[in-house]
């Protein structure tokens, strides 16, 4: 009998949590190999849990991108940390990003967290590259003593540097478990959602201030043609002057988006892309429960 043939399968779900700015979506596209999470320097980016599949012959790894640990101020924030608990209570591992520029004492409650947790812990101190020697020895000290059984490791997951060290440790901690997910899976979520969160990437990344914190993507129809994806989406706003500065003068910001996003959308489909982008407003969605349960933030 081979090696291969008595090696078990390992399976489980590796969930990626810290605070925001750390480069947790940045972490989790580069194990993964895809861009399944949104990337911007603007704080709370990620709103929803996004799950990356990465297989293996005798191993899966479910990776979970999740929000940014914040103070909620309304109720879209308390839901968007309520995905990070989650996260915590349903681990097989727990990967904590933190990085070399954060103070160490903040969010300090869900540090005590991970000291109580039963599964194994994986502290990943993040943008090395852009931090000196000393200091990245300093930091690890600091994560040793803070938190004594997790396994610490120094990364650039922008560089793409040590990410080596961290699917190894992540193999080897996975339990023993039969896959969770198909084989030539790569995520649970489905174009439309990939549609709607290029569409909210291109929003941050083109307005300032308030703006793209006060907006929500809905994608109306997906038509999957064999040659062509016609979508149609809904920018949702909370005020009529947000409505005005999305569209821009004689609609030249809402065109910008909309090319931007159809060009992303087509690089990532691997299709033609025709987007419509429409713009709605809808004043209180933030604190409706109705409104966050249709755009999927609560049950």
Known sequence: MTENSTKKHRSGFVNIIGNPN????????AMVGEK????TAKAQTTRHRIMGIVNGEDYQIVYSDTPGILKPNYRLQQNMLNFVDTAI???????????????ADKNVEYVKKLQNLDCPVVIVINKIDIS???????????????????????ASAQEKFNLDSIFDTVVEALPECPPWYDKDAFTDKNLRFFASEIIRE???????????YSCEVVVEAFKEGAERYDISAIIYVM?????????????????????????????????????????KVDAGWRESRRELRRFGYED
């Open 22 to 29: 750390v480069g947790k979506s940045t972490l989790m596209n």
């Open 89 to 103: 209570g349903d681990a097989d591992i727990i990967l904590y990003v933190t990085d070399t520029v954060e103070t």
């Open 36 to 39: 399944l999470s949104i990337v």
């Open 239 to 279: 005020r009529d002057s947000q409505k005005g500065i999305i569209i821009g003068k004689k609609g030249a910001s809402l065109k910008k988006v909309g090319t931007e996003a159809r060009i992303e959308m087509e690089e990532f489909f691997q299709k033609k892309v025709f987007l419509s982008l429409f713009v």
């Open 202 to 212: 291109k929003i941050l990344l083109n307005y300032d201030q308030e703006i793209p």
């Open 132 to 154: 000196t020697q000393d200091k990245v020895v300093e930091k690890i000290t600091y994560w040793k003593e803070q938190v004594p059984k997790a396994t610490v490791i120094p």
